[in-house]
T-cell receptor
Framework: AQSVTQLDSHVSVSEGTPVLLRCNYS??????LFWYVQHPNKGLQLLLK??????LVKGINGFEAEFKKSETSFHLTKPSAHMSDAAEYFC?????????????FGTGTRLLVSP | EPEVTQTPSHQVTQMGQEVILRCVPI?????FYWYRQILGQKVEFLVS????????KSEIFDDQFSVERPDGSNFTLKIRSTKLEDSAMYFC?????????????FGQGTRLTVV
């Protein structure tokens, strides 16, 4: 079965400093991995996805993530945090067994950005 | 930009009552999903729907739940007799295709409170 572990429930950074949100996955197959973001009172928005092409994936708003098979990780990074980045971030793996889209979510990491 | 819309944004209902949560998926999408997030817990898959029938459902999706696409635009989730533990945020999603790596577009969610 697929699963993801988000190692931090909360991450606090200062505006302008780097962001690192950690995610490790467990998968018996070549996984598809995603990062979604949820701002207050908004839906889940896709930041980026990995689907076995380039291991370094660039997403929206300056975020990127690197797929490392040897470490079973898919950490999300951004060089410089902005106040508007404060939100909940979810690492997600797609279950290939079903043939239909069934996403398995991590528990989420709340990013706090201080001035 | 096309988006998935959900109504209502917040619903309060008495235990034992029936509720219908409504969703309008993106117009050219063919695959539809419901997920839920109990407060403080993971986002969980409930059901996927394609070609007017359920494709897959989780163990959470018991006989109290049903889904329907009553017309060409709406996709509904019905809970027949609500329980306190049904209180959660319910997310509708849709996708154009299926399979690993497909991007699912999520609505902003309906917060269901059962009292």
């Amino acid at each position: 079965a697929q699963s993801v572990t988000q190692l931090d429930s909360h991450v606090s950074v200062s505006e302008g400093t780097p962001v690192l949100l950690r995610c490790n996955y467990s998968s018996s197959y070549s996984p598809s991995l995603f990062w979604y973001v949820q701002h207050p009172n908004k839906g889940l928005q896709l930041l980026l996805k990995y689907t076995s092409a380039a291991t370094l994936v660039k997403g929206i708003n300056g975020f990127e993530a690197e797929f490392k098979k040897s470490e079973t990780s898919f950490h999300l990074t951004k060089p410089s945090a902005h106040m508007s980045d404060a939100a909940e971030y979810f690492c997600v793996v797609s279950d290939p067994n079903t043939g239909f889209q069934k996403l398995v979510f991590g528990t989420g990491t709340r990013l706090l950005v201080s001035p | 930009e096309p988006e998935v819309t959900q109504t209502p944004s917040h619903q309060v209902t008495q235990m034992g009552q029936e509720v219908i949560l409504r969703c309008v998926p993106i117009s050219n999408h063919l695959y539809f999903y419901w997920y839920r997030q109990i407060l403080g817990q993971k986002v969980e898959f409930l059901v996927s729907f394609y070609n007017n029938e359920i494709s897959e459902k989780s163990e959470i999706f018991d006989d109290q739940f049903s889904v329907e696409r009553p017309d060409g635009s709406n996709f509904t989730l019905k809970i027949r007799s609500t329980k306190l533990e049904d209180s959660a945020m319910y997310f509708c999603a849709s996708s154009e295709t299926t399979g690993s790596g497909t991007e699912a577009f999520f609505g902003q969610g309906t917060r269901l409170t059962v009292v």
